[in-house]
């Protein structure tokens, strides 16, 4: 099979947004409060989180076939 993107311009990359601190945790969790504190320091925040994204679409100093986090 030949690759159809070939020659195109188009970049394949990997993204990893890390561990998001969002409310979808709350639901998934079952920590008491005290673990809120303690989560909230190690976790990105959405914002942080959405950086990555961001940047591998906009960035032309992406290279393909690369993993960012």
């Keep these: 099979m ?3 993107l070939l020659g195109k311009g188009v970049a394949v990359v990997g993204v990893h947004p890390a561990i998001t601190f969002t409310n979808l945790r709350d639901r998934m969790l079952v920590h008491g409060r005290w673990m809120k504190p303690l989560l909230k320091l190690m976790m990105k925040t959405p914002m942080q989180a959405a950086q990555t994204t961001i940047f591998a679409a906009l ?3 992406v290279v393909s076939g690369h993993m960012y986090r």
């Design 59 to 61: 960035d032309p100093s």
């Design 2 to 4: 030949r690759p159809v």
